[in-house]
């Protein structure tokens, strides 16, 4: 007689060939995972309750203090780096852990979040069987702890003791100090004695990870016009004035521009009249203007997101062109500040992400495949990505990142945590 084999004895048999897939010290580490998820929780719960906001100097500092103890049990080397008081930061928790053999591993983590103390208090709430809330829950204290219990795994399977990492935790990735060389200095620095990075920013559920992320700039547009009685508007005499003019260049730049792909640029203060004052410091303006006189001064700033150096550039030539063709009148300048570099992506970072593919098959999650560049801003990733193949995305998943209500896939974390352990192990072979 033929036997019927059942939907769910085929799928027990699926996941024990891929579980099979799986060497023994990567199933020690994932059943040591299982097995203490509770501190892991703990962990996360006890730091998602301090508040870092990036201006909470001492808060990012109980933070990092917080993840310090328990890496030094794991025998790394705990340093704080210090950034210069006139940045008004707290600085950086840099811990390094020496191996004899394999790859050199960067892991990315950050101790500041969005909400600042004068926020409305977000503590560590469970709201249903699979999803907490919580400041920073996901961005990033939940990929920080990812990143720890990982490395706790690790050692219980009896594997860290010959790797080589450098575990990067910034202390102001969500308001960099400025100037940002300065801030990114020993963090750029550390990263190019290494052979890999990885971030562990939000997830993206269990199926994607971050092979690029966008860069970022700024820009600054500012137009200057002959002033008269508004009843003279649009003759040869007096033109058009300021903020025809800036309102000419936005809607150019919307209409050639806003359909490239991964192209973002918006235009966020924008102040026109008589009489403007500006300060850059608070990202303030004020104006003065009547409605019978032309406007002689206006003054825009945005930023500009792009996927590479090439795409960066190409647009700023566009734009520069489109300001160029002034009404009559009118004269138009536009400037342009870099912030962080895009994450491109290269074969490099496409390997990883096949590395990565590989395992999440032999764990019997499934596939894993690069995610939308376009649905990430820039990171700390993105100031060394020319250096080296990274991934990025490693970390908690979860929603709302930077608003209040913030939430974490409880039941996807513990996966993402075996993820991060068996990918660094293979990483280092």
Known sequence: MRKTITPLLFCFFAFSAARAQLTAPEKKAIAYINDHMDAAMQLLINSVNINSG???IAGVRKVGDLYAKELEKLGFIIEWVAEPDSLRRAGHLVATHKGKK?????????????????MPAGPYTVLNDSTATGQGV??????????IAALQALQAAGQLKDMNIVAYFTGDEE?????????????IERAKTCDIA?????????????????????????VTARTGHSSQVFTDSAGFGAIYEAARILNTFREQLSHEQYLTFNPG????????????????????????????????TGDLRFLSEAQKNAVREKMKTIVATSLPGTHASISFTDGLPAMEPTAGNLAL????????????????????????????????????????GLGASGKGAHRAGETIHLKEYPLLIQRAAVFIYRLTR
């Open 198 to 222: 990885l971030g562990f920013e939000s997830a993206m559920g269990l199926h994607t990870v971050a092979a690029a992320r966008r860069g970022i700039g700024d820009w600054s547009l500012d």
């Open 54 to 56: 990036t201006l909470n």
């Open 353 to 392: 992400v096949s590395q990565l593919d590989k395992v999440t098959r032999d764990m019997a999650i499934g596939e894993t495949v690069a995610g939308d560049p376009g649905a990430r801003g820039a990171g700390d990733i993105s100031d060394i990505a020319q250096y080296m193949d990274c991934l990025d």
């Open 175 to 187: 308001r960099s100090g400025f100037p940002h060389s300065v801030a990114r200095k020993d963090f």
């Open 269 to 300: 203060l924008i102040v026109g009249g008589s009489g403007i004052k500006l300060s850059d410091q608070d990202a303030r303006g004020e104006a003065l203007g009547k409605t019978n006189i032309i406007s002689p001064a206006a003054h825009v």
């Open 138 to 147: 996901n961005d990033m204290k939940g990929g920080d702890v990812v990143m």
């Open 102 to 118: 394999g790859k050199k591993l960067f892991l990315i983590g950050h101790l500041d979040t969005v909400f600042e103390p004068d």
